[in-house]
Structure formats: C-alpha cells, structure tokens
C-alpha cells in the first residue's frame, strides 16, 4: 500500500497527481474463503480490516450489492458520541470513541474526526433530570460528560435561541467535549483501504442471493457471481439484515424504516459544534464544506424505499428553526434517505444466530455511525473466535427472549 | 407523501392524518400466563418486516381516530388496499404472485433501489434516448 503522507502530495504533485496507485485492488471472488463478511458499509468493512490485523485471518471476503460505503455510511448525519445510559452501551460506544481518537493514524486516512463536542438540549424539567442521571452514569463509566444550564449552553452555542421566550425553552443540556464528527465516506474507503492491503477481497456489484445451509450450519453463500464457500459468515447489511435472516430461515426483531437528512446551501462557519434536542426532535451540526447537516427522526413506516415522507422532512426543519431562528432563511440543498433497521430496545445485536457459523451485526438504528470502529472490531473477535467479545456478549439476540433488554429509548439522545 | 384512502371515512386524505402502528393482524397469546419466555419474545418483539407486501396497522389520528389496515409494498411504497379491523385482505404477497405468474409479467419487485434510473421502465428510457 502507498503510503499516505505530506511528502507523497508534493511528490505526487510534482507530476500533477496522475500516478496515484488505486485505493483497492476490484478482485475476482475466489471458490472460498475462511470468513465473508456480507455487507460492504463501514462496518463490515471495519470487521475485514480488524479481521485481518488484529486476528491475522486475511482469507477474507467481503460482498457487497451496490458499491463500498453507498448505504448507510454515505447517508448519516456524521455524529459521533458515547454518552449513552446502560454500563452495556456505554461500554460499546466508548470502545468506539477510544478507536477513533487514533484512527486516521491507524489506518493511514484522514477520517477528518473533529471532536467538536455534542450538546443534548433540554426542554422540560424531566429533560433535565434525565439529563443528570445520564450524566452521572456516563462520569461513572468513565466517560467525560457536563450538565449545562442555558448560560452555559448560550456561551458555547450564540446563535442558539436560549430566551425565555421561546415555545420550548433551553433549560439547559449534556456536554460531551470528545463528541464530535467525521467524514463519513472518507471512514468507509479509510477501512476499504487498509483491510484490502492487508489481503481482503472486496468483491463490490455482488449480491447474496441464498446461504448454502446444511445439518443447521452454513457452508457458504450463493451470489451473482457464483457460489463461495466459506465456514463462517458474518452479516452487516443494516437495514437489509431482515431479508438476510429470511433467506437463512429465521426471524430478527427488527424493523426498517427510512431515516432522512438533509444539508442546506453552503454557509460561512456559523455552528462550531453538535447539537442535537430530544425534545423540539432535531439535531444539526455545519460540515467543513460549510452546509448545515440536519437530520431528525425516522419515518413510522416499514420501507425499504431509501426515502421518505415530506412531512418529516417540514417536521424536521420546523424543530431546526425553532432552535436556530437565524436560520429560518436558509435554503435546503440536498435531502435523502437510508433504510435503518431500528431494534425494539433501541440497542444493536451483535450476536451468533440459529444457523451455526451465522452471525449477525445489526439493529444499530438511527446512530450506527459513531459505533462503526468498535462495532468492527468487537465483531470481529466474534467471527474470529466463534463465540461473542465481552463487550458484544449484553447484545445477543437472546436478550428478547431472556428479557434482558439494554434498553437505550431515552439516552440514544434523539427519540426514536 | 401518501394518499390514505380511509375505509371508515370512506375518503382520501393526506399521510399527516394517519399514524403507522406497525405489522397489523398480530395474535397475543390465548394465555399468556402460560407461555414459554420464546412464544412470549416472539409475540412482543419479532415482526415480519418484510422487503415487498406488507399489511400493517394505521390510526386515523386527527380524522375519525379509528384504527385499520393497509397493504403496501415497503419498497415501492405503493398502497394497494385499505381494509377495515377484523377483514381479511383480499391482496397478498401470495395471490400478488400468483397474478403475476398467470399475466407472464416480470416485476422489479424489491430490487436495489438506484436514485432516478428506473431501468424497468422502457417507455421513460425511450424519451431519454431520443
């Protein structure tokens, strides 16, 4: 792999960057593998690329129908955070924030992660003391975490409307400083990159069309291109993980909806961090590039359809404004949608399945993305040792039979 | 947006009406108190979320506030019935099949969804060429 560097941009320069070496190799799928990965999003790619350098195991696939990163990861708000409730969730996503506070250095791609910080508004007295509790849980675990009253919430955020006069009143909000976020295309081809370096095939324009499932174990899968044999198969296909469980003979508890986002015109910087407001139900943040990145919540329906309805997307701009009246003169630019497989208790499942060698990575719901670097790697200790991290251990899918439900509702910062 | 035809109100009106309550026709359990903690999880938690026919429960929320039942495919989006609590519906994704075996029409049903290309339909891929 061409290393990445200050000095190769003004090596590459000097013959008008015509000769950089492509970012992976578009191999042929071979007859087997030792693991296939299906799904070709940031965290399946994740998986492939902590497969390979934390596990040594490099005979690995992953497929993928469309292209690396088209799903989910292109279509996100980008905000990353750990301040979630439970020691289970907690642990999960600080796993991942620990991951990306050295990533772009690990696999050699900036992933241009920003810690900017991430305000959870609150509206009510209620919002508030579930705020604190939160809090003191996050500090608990370790996880830096601040109540704010509306001053200090006005200090770190002018432009936000903290009077008194508005129809839900800032009473004040969560801080966590180390949230922040990413370039999330740059997270998928960063992990495309290094794990086909380290000798994994990523086989794009190849769709799973059945699992080779024999005595309740699966021998491999059939795909467009042909069958591939492999002994252990790990699924990460988001909001497509229902369709893949039917082909496998079984059922997850999960539903997809559309999630929609959208990103205004670009403006001069005017928002320095994330703010984000259960309440009003918004969350918004200003890219690099300068647009507005906003996003709310899902539609209520079952739709695979990667769109939604309009009248989310006015529900959604209604709660920006009502925060941000500044910005009620801002022209939207783009708007689109992603199929989110949300879990009944608002957590993932990381878990074996019925069919041996058939594990599944999904249900992350609308906030998958800040999860993508530890999600990868707990899940490919899963693959690798066959039976599940302790950290993904809390999220088997046993859970909605034992009841031991990690139940994220309230602290997943937006409802659901 | 959809265009809801309400059976109670027996007229069309916009999504904003209606709430979604999910997967309709669910049986709870006869008896409960004597359900294996697997039946129980499964009548709680597992739903069919299927890519293509799906029947599932909407309320009229601001109009009659009755509750009832749409067919719609999750990928196209296409409402093809609405129906009344406690009726069958007359489309499936079984006599959907059927009817589609006997008119010999393939059908891009649940395929990858691609923004604006709409490979299937030859009539726009016509006008685009010429």
Same mark, same amino acid.
Request: hydrophobic residues 35%.
């Given at each position: 792999?061409?290393?990445?560097?200050?000095?190769?941009?003004?090596?590459?320069?000097?013959?008008?960057?015509?000769?950089?070496?492509?970012?992976?190799?578009?191999?042929?799928?071979?007859?087997?593998?030792?693991?296939?990965?299906?799904g070709g999003?940031?965290?399946?790619?994740?998986?492939?690329?902590?497969?390979?350098?934390?596990?040594?195991?490099?005979?690995?696939?992953v497929i993928e129908k469309g292209w690396l990163?088209?799903?989910?990861?292109?279509?996100?708000?980008?905000?990353?955070?750990?301040?979630?409730?439970?020691?289970?969730?907690?642990?999960?996503?600080?796993?991942?924030?620990?991951?990306?506070?050295?990533?772009?250095?690990?696999?050699?791609?900036?992933?241009?992660?920003?810690?900017? !910080?991430?305000?959870?508004?609150?509206?009510?007295?209620?919002?508030?003391?579930?705020?604190?509790?939160?809090?003191?849980?996050?500090?608990?675990? !370790?996880?830096?975490?601040?109540?704010?009253?509306?001053?200090?919430?006005?200090?770190?955020?002018?432009?936000?409307?903290?009077?008194?006069?508005?129809?839900?009143?800032?009473?004040?909000?969560?801080?966590?400083?180390?949230?922040?976020? @990413?370039?999330?295309?740059?997270?998928?081809?960063?992990?495309?990159?290094?794990?086909?370096?380290?000798?994994?095939?990523?086989l794009q324009?190849t769709?799973?069309?059945?699992?080779?499932?024999?005595?309740?174990?699966?021998?491999?899968?059939?795909?467009?291109? !042909?069958?591939?044999?492999?002994?252990?198969?790990?699924?990460?296909?988001?909001?497509?993980?229902?369709?893949?469980?039917?082909?496998?003979?079984?059922?997850?508890?999960?539903?997809?909806?559309?999630?929609?986002?959208?990103?205004?015109?670009?403006?001069?910087?005017?928002?320095?961090?994330?703010?984000?407001?259960?309440?009003?139900?918004?969350?918004?943040?200003?890219?690099?590039?300068?647009?507005?990145?906003?996003?709310?919540?899902?539609?209520?329906?079952?739709?695979?359809?990667?769109?939604?309805?309009?009248?989310?997307?006015?529900?959604?701009?209604?709660?920006?404004?009502?925060?941000?009246?500044?910005?009620?003169?801002?022209?939207?630019?783009?708007?689109?949608?992603?199929?989110?497989?949300?879990?009944?208790?608002?957590?993932?499942?990381?878990?074996?399945?019925?069919?041996?060698?058939?594990?599944?990575?999904?249900?992350?719901?609308?906030? !998958?993305?800040?999860?993508?670097?530890?999600?990868?790697?707990?899940?490919?200790?899963?693959?690798?040792?066959?039976?599940?991290?302790?950290? @993904?251990?809390?999220?088997?899918?046993?859970?909605?039979?034992?009841?031991?439900?990690?139940?994220?509702?309230?602290?997943?910062?937006?409802?659901? | 947006?959809?265009?809801?035809?309400?059976?109670?109100?027996?007229?069309?009106?916009?999504?904003?009406?209606?709430?979604?309550?999910?997967?309709?026709?669910?049986?709870?359990?006869?008896?409960?108190?004597?359900?294996?903690?697997?039946?129980?999880?499964?009548?709680?938690?597992?739903?069919?979320?299927?890519?293509?026919?799906?029947?599932?429960?909407?309320?009229?929320?601001?109009?009659?506030?009755?509750?009832?039942?749409?067919?719609?495919?999750?990928?196209?989006?296409?409402?093809?019935?609405?129906?009344?609590?406690?009726?069958?519906?007359?489309?499936?994704?079984?006599?959907?099949?059927?009817?589609?075996? +006997?008119?010999?029409?393939?059908?891009?049903?649940?395929?990858? +969804?691609?923004?604006?290309?709409?490979?299937?339909?030859?009539?726009?891929?016509?006008?685009?060429?010429?």
């Amino acid at each position: 792999m061409q290393r990445y560097s200050g000095f190769g941009l003004v090596k590459h320069a000097l013959n008008h960057h015509e000769n950089w070496q492509r970012q992976w190799r578009n191999p042929t799928p071979k007859k087997q593998y030792d693991i296939v990965i299906v799904g070709g999003g940031g965290h399946g790619l994740a998986t492939a690329y902590y497969l390979a350098k934390v596990h040594n195991i490099t005979n690995v696939a992953v497929i993928e129908k469309g292209w690396l990163g088209g799903g989910n990861t292109a279509r996100n708000t980008t905000i990353v955070r750990s301040n979630y409730l439970w020691d289970e969730a907690a642990a999960l996503f600080e796993h991942s924030m620990k991951l990306w506070e050295g990533l772009s250095r690990d696999i050699n791609y900036n992933v241009m992660f920003s810690q900017r !910080g991430v305000l959870n508004l609150g509206h009510t007295l209620q919002d508030m003391r579930d705020i604190q509790r939160r809090v003191n849980a996050n500090r608990l675990n !370790g996880i830096d975490g601040e109540v704010l009253d509306a001053k200090g919430v006005q200090e770190i955020v002018p432009i936000l409307d903290c009077s008194s006069r508005a129809r839900y009143p800032v009473l004040g909000a969560s801080w966590q400083p180390r949230g922040g976020v @990413a370039r999330h295309d740059a997270v998928a081809w960063g992990y495309a990159r290094a794990a086909d370096a380290l000798g994994v095939d990523l086989l794009q324009n190849t769709e799973v069309t059945g699992f080779k499932i024999r005595d309740g174990r699966v021998h491999g899968v059939h795909t467009n291109r !042909g069958d591939i044999e492999a002994k252990t198969v790990g699924c990460v296909a988001a909001g497509n993980s229902g369709v893949l469980a039917k082909m496998a003979g079984f059922k997850l508890p999960l539903e997809s909806h559309p999630l929609q986002a959208l990103v205004s015109e670009p403006l001069k910087p005017v928002l320095d961090t994330v703010v984000m407001s259960n309440h009003v139900h918004g969350y918004i943040s200003q890219s690099d590039k300068g647009d507005l990145v906003i996003g709310a919540g899902i539609d209520g329906y079952v739709g695979y359809g990667q769109r939604g309805s309009y009248p989310t997307v006015e529900h959604t701009l209604q709660a920006i404004v009502e925060m941000f009246p500044i910005f009620s003169r801002v022209r939207m630019n783009r708007q689109w949608g992603g199929i989110v497989d949300t879990c009944p208790d608002a957590s993932p499942i990381l878990s074996a399945t019925p069919v041996k060698g058939m594990f599944f990575n999904c249900g992350w719901g609308t906030g !998958g993305f800040k999860a993508t670097p530890g999600s990868g790697h707990v899940f490919a200790a899963t693959l690798a040792k066959g039976e599940a991290h302790p950290l @993904a251990a809390p999220f088997s899918i046993d859970r909605f039979h034992t009841g031991a439900l990690v139940d994220e509702h309230g602290a997943a910062g937006v409802a659901h | 947006m959809f265009h809801i035809y309400c059976p109670y109100c027996e007229e069309y009106r916009e999504e904003e009406e209606f709430h979604p309550r999910g997967q309709a026709h669910l049986q709870r359990p006869a008896d409960p108190e004597n359900c294996s903690d697997e039946q129980w999880g499964d009548y709680l938690f597992f739903r069919d979320n299927p890519r293509g026919i799906h029947h599932e429960l909407w309320v009229h929320s601001v109009g009659c506030r009755k509750f009832f039942n749409i067919t719609r495919h999750t990928a196209n989006y296409e409402i093809l019935e609405t129906y009344k609590m406690g009726e069958r519906p007359s489309i499936t994704a079984e006599t959907l099949a059927a009817d589609e075996r +006997q008119s010999g029409v393939q059908t891009a049903s649940g395929g990858w +969804q691609t923004v604006g290309a709409r490979p299937e339909d030859e009539a726009l891929n016509t006008e685009a060429r010429a």
